[in-house]
């Protein structure tokens, strides 16, 4: 198993800012744990880097201490990777915006993923939370509440690990495997986005988009897949307005050029010959 001690950190606070392993130059961090300077942002309890060759870099409390940080979900490097991606993207993608990793929010009680603050924008305080892990429905709706009723405006990005097609064809619509977390999304209006950090079905950091047909609550529903890299995507803020948001067109990726295959009866899309490549790549679809 890949899970890691829930109390590892990717995040310290320093005596005049905060630091973020995969976002500050690591040895800066080296230097200010070696001087005993970073505790938790949390509890405030001293902690250190641990930097080992096998463990993946992380911020540890001293032995014996006790950290009373809500914890959200189980720390795996899928979730850990996805953390870092989403805020290097957003660093990108929003220059002046301040970009946080596991950022406790006191007005709710929350600890978010990823928080970004705006100063001066419509959307002032945007959460992006990337779930790998299960959710029930009712969890979901709760938190997703939560961060509405302090204003904060809250995105999700499930694990690619998620993203389970039952089946697919070529210029056909996708059936998708869901639990209850992708099926109370779909009811809620919420864009179903899948950042598929290690390549696990689309290639390393693509995000994609499920779009249902109909039924949004079937437990398998059909519908389309768009996708693109994470680094090639402005950062979707018309989607922050969910369930009332207009739905703005995806954009899809244009590996290939739009052409016919055998037996598909017609043209199919460039997104979805890419995506047809993929899935046949990976499950040997035929
Ligand atoms: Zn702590
Ligand atoms: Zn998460």
Redesign the pocket.
């Known amino acids: 198993m890949n899970a890691l001690s829930s109390q590892n950190l990717l995040s310290a606070q320093s005596p005049d800012r905060r630091v973020t392993i995969g976002l500050d130059p690591l040895e800066e961090i080296r230097q200010l744990s070696d001087a005993r300077q970073l505790v938790c942002p949390f509890c405030e309890a001293p902690v250190v880097l641990h930097a080992g060759a096998v463990r993946a870099h992380h911020f540890a409390h001293l032995p014996g201490a006790r950290c009373r940080l809500p914890q ?2 189980p720390e795996t490097m899928e ?1 850990r990777e996805g ?1 870092l991606r989403i805020a290097q993207w957003l660093q990108q993608k929003l220059p002046g915006a301040r970009v946080v990793v596991e950022a406790y929010l006191p007005e709710t009680g929350q600890r978010a ?1 990823v928080l970004v603050m705006l100063p001066e924008h419509p959307f002032g305080k945007i959460v992006l ?4 892990a299960n959710l029930s429905a009712r969890e979901w709706r709760r938190r997703h509440r939560l961060y509405r009723s302090a204003g904060v405006s809250d995105l999700w990005f499930l694990g690619g690990s998620r993203l389970r097609p039952a089946d697919s064809a070529p210029g056909q619509i996708i059936t998708l495997r869901t639990t209850e977390l992708e099926r109370a999304m779909l009811w809620d209006g919420a864009p179903l986005l899948f950042l598929d950090v290690d390549g696990t079905l689309l290639p390393a950091d693509t995000l994609a988009r499920f779009r249902p047909d109909a039924e949004a609550q079937a437990i398998l529903p059909q519908g389309r897949l768009s996708m693109k890299p994470l680094e090639a995507l402005d950062f979707p803020l018309a989607l922050l307005d969910w369930p009332n948001a207009p739905d703005p067109q995806f954009p899809v990726v244009r590996t290939h050029a739009p052409q016919a295959l055998p037996d598909s009866g017609g043209t199919v899309s460039s997104s979805d010959f890419w995506l047809w490549e993929w899935l046949a790549r990976r499950y040997r679809v035929t």
């Open positions: 959200t979900e979730h953390k993923d939370e990337f779930q790998c």
